[in-house]
């Protein structure tokens, strides 16, 4: 149904329907969509909750990933996913852009836009992958204060915070950094960069009852593990951040590089999404019945044909 329409809005307020698929039994699954057509084939695959990944953000715009975008372009992406989806999403929100106030401004501006959570990370600019090594933390408690001022600022979203320190502090920085992002006002924890089973099971032991996050991306520090997996040791969300953009990359590396040999695109024809999948997927025909329905409803009855006393 399209999103023009005041009854095709969720009721609810993002944060709200994100916790409340939170609260649901098992872990929640968030794949990351870093475009309103990738989260419209992860609806469409069943998923009830989505991801925007800053490096998938950034990348899709020829960027590294090294804070280098604004508020309002992250907002961009997060008004085309919710609009074509309805689904609640978990933003990257780097280290928040700024200070308290800044984290502040962030943290009204996504909600405002759509966004049912957001995570920021105690890294200092320019920050970086999780994955990537000699990454700078920001003091805890300068982070805290981060924290606390996005809990302020949120009327629904759901405050996640990440912490890098495991690489630097190991874990017992990284719990201890923890646990003062919750006194601060976390909702939940995103431990980033465990290289271990082991160290995912420690985390979870010594963070009694709070919500934690695991990341799931590819070519990086973190074995390759299922959701079952993340699920039985404890964790209540997975994240797999880049793996539609690093896909619909390959597939569009091999569509230029047949059009280059080629001068044509018939070799990728096979691979291509149709038009009429895509139709179907962004819902051309509601769009256009909404359009027509609005041009009949205001058409004057003596347009029709008929006679007016």
């Given at each position: ?6 009854d ?36 469409a ?55 308290a ?20 990370e ?99 520090r973190?074995p ?55 139709y ?30």
């Amino acid at each position: 149904m399209p999103y023009l329409k005041s009854d095709a809005l969720p009721d609810t307020p993002a944060g709200a329907r994100f916790r409340a698929a939170l609260a649901r039994p098992g872990i929640l699954h968030l794949p990351g969509a870093q475009n309103g057509m990738a989260a419209l084939q992860a609806k469409a695959a069943g998923f009830d909750a989505l991801y925007l990944s800053g490096a998938a953000m950034t990348a899709s715009m020829g960027l590294p990933d090294l804070g280098i975008i604004t508020v309002d372009e992250v907002a961009f992406f997060i008004r085309q996913i919710t609009r074509a989806t309805g689904l609640p999403l978990l933003v990257d929100g780097d280290t928040g852009y700024g200070e308290a106030l800044n984290v502040m401004h962030m943290v009204r501006t996504f909600e405002d836009a759509g966004a049912g959570a957001v995570h920021l990370e105690d890294q200092l600019l320019p920050k970086k992958c999780g994955h990537l090594n000699d990454k700078k933390l920001a003091a805890p408690q300068d982070m805290a204060t981060k924290v606390a001022a996005a809990a302020r600022a949120a009327r629904h979203l759901v405050v996640i915070a990440r912490t890098d320190a495991a690489a630097s502090e190991g874990i017992d920085g990284a719990v201890a950094r923890a646990q003062l992002y919750v006194e601060a006002g976390a909702d939940a924890i995103f431990p980033e960069a465990l290289t271990s089973v082991e160290m995912f099971r420690e985390v979870r032991a010594r963070l009694p009852g709070v919500k934690l996050l695991a990341n799931m991306t590819e070519f990086g520090r973190t074995p390759m593990l299922t959701a079952q997996q993340f699920e039985e040791l404890g964790y209540d969300m997975v994240i797999w951040p880049v793996s539609s953009l690093r896909v619909a990359n390959k597939a569009q590396e091999r569509l230029y590089a047949a059009l280059r040999r080629d001068g044509a695109t018939q070799a990728m024809i096979p691979e291509m999404q149709t038009r009429a999948e895509l139709y179907d997927l962004i819902g051309l025909s509601a769009f256009e019945a909404l359009d027509q329905s609005i041009a009949q409803s205001v058409v004057p009855d003596w347009e029709r044909g008929t006679s007016v006393a």
